[in-house]
Structures are given as structure tokens and as C-alpha cells.
């Protein structure tokens, strides 16, 4: 018998995108380790990790449509990485959603669909996003 692959998701259940996100990986037989990150933030290597990992720049990650953003006016050019990463830690809404993390990757899964990317088992039915749009057929195969 195989073991359970391991799948992390930075969560937030109030976060539409977030659950589709969980909602797929559960649809390949997962169950993930569900780490609510407003409730318990990332370290701060354990989100360098993560952007690093993702391929992403550290402003990639930053969510911008919440008040924290424009209230520290985090646009301005003259933020470093290292302020940005400390305010992200500050304020973890400002920590874009959902990052995932399996044994193939780390994705930023905006759209919900990337985590399929990084996911070790396949879809085993059909999913449909909460907004009514089908990713998933009934055979498991990606729409798109």
C-alpha cells in the first residue's frame, strides 16, 4: 500500500478561490494538511520558501486588494523585499491565497486550477467551481 501523499494548503475559508482549491485537491483523494495561515501565520523562512519555491518575487505575493496595502501604501518602490516580507508577517491577509505545497511543487493557486499542476494523484470525478464553472469532467480530465 502507497502512503497518503503529503499536500499543504495555506487556507482561508472565507476566500472562494481557496476553497475551490482545497475542493480539487480533496476531488483527487487528499486530504490535506489545512493550515488556516490568518489564524497561524507561516514563519518567515516557511514563506520565503514558499515564493522562492513558486518562482514567484516576493510583490507577487502580497495580496493588494485589502487595507493593509493601501493603508502602508506598499506600492511605493522603495519597500524592499525584506520590509515587504515583515509586513506580510504583520498583517498575514496580506499573504495572497492559497499557496499549496506538495512533493512536485509549490503553486500560488489563483486560479484554483494550478494546484492540478502539483498534485501527486489525479482528479477522480468530476468538479465544478463554486461560480458554476466545470475544470473537471466526469472521466477526471481537465477541461481547458
Excluded at 4 to 26: D, F, M, Q, W
Amino acid at each position: 500500500m502507497s502512503a497518503t501523499p503529503k499536500v499543504k494548503i495555506y487556507h482561508n475559508p472565507e476566500c472562494g478561490t481557496s476553497r475551490n482549491t482545497l475542493a480539487l485537491i480533496r476531488n483527487a483523494n487528499i486530504e490535506p494538511e489545512v493550515i488556516e495561515y490568518l489564524v497561524t501565520p507561516p514563519s518567515k523562512n516557511e514563506l520565503i520558501q514558499m515564493i522562492v519555491d513558486a518562482g514567484l518575487t516576493v510583490r507577487e505575493a502580497i495580496r493588494k486588494n485589502v487595507v493593509p496595502y493601501s493603508e502602508l501604501e506598499l506600492e511605493r518602490d522603495d519597500w524592499t523585499d525584506e520590509q515587504l516580507l515583515d509586513f506580510m508577517l504583520q498583517y498575514p491577509i496580506l499573504i495572497n491565497r492559497p499557496f499549496v505545497v506538495t512533493e512536485l511543487g509549490t503553486r500560488l493557486s489563483r486560479p484554483s486550477e494550478l494546484v492540478l499542476e502539483i498534485l501527486p494523484l489525479s482528479q477522480k470525478g468530476a468538479f465544478t467551481k463554486e461560480d458554476g464553472e466545470q475544470v473537471i469532467d466526469a472521466n477526471g480530465q481537465r477541461l481547458k
